[in-house]
């Protein structure tokens, strides 16, 4: 059971989480950005500096996507189609949160091959919904 003060920390951390997941999908679906570029916009807008996350955040387009726990944030812009894994959180007080989600750009090869891996999968069927990414398997 959690305290009233812990379950604030833990909105305040999921509040913030939630901005920068919301600032990495409009970074990344206005066009060509680095993995450093989306970084970069997740701290700006969950308020946070990099050391002050609850662990460091992943941010890994493309292939990169498919490499267990991929920290290295490359600075080369990547344009048309793609995919996004951001596994990112934030810390309010020592209490974290935790959100990862994955984007799709576009319909192409890049963009599902990209989500294949992640899934472990090469047969990644309609994966777009609503305003977020949700993928399933034919």
Request: with cysteine; glycine share 12%; proline share 3%.
């Amino acid at each position: 059971t959690k305290t009233a003060y812990e379950i604030e920390c833990l909105a305040e951390a999921t509040r913030r989480a939630v901005l920068g997941h919301k600032r990495t999908q409009q970074v990344f679906a206005a066009g060509p950005v680095s993995e450093l570029g989306v970084h970069l916009a997740y701290l700006e807008a969950s308020e946070q500096d990099d050391m002050w996350t609850p662990y460091k955040n992943i941010v890994a387009l493309g292939a990169h996507s498919a490499v267990l726990h991929y920290v290295a944030y490359e600075k080369t812009k990547v344009a048309g189609d793609t995919s996004l894994l951001v596994d990112a959180g934030a810390r309010c007080n020592g209490y974290g949160s935790d959100i990862t989600r994955t984007y799709v750009r576009g319909s192409g090869g890049p963009a599902r091959v990209g989500v294949a891996h992640v899934c472990g999968s090469s047969a990644v069927g309609p994966y777009i919904e609503g305003t977020g990414t949700s993928i399933r398997r034919r």
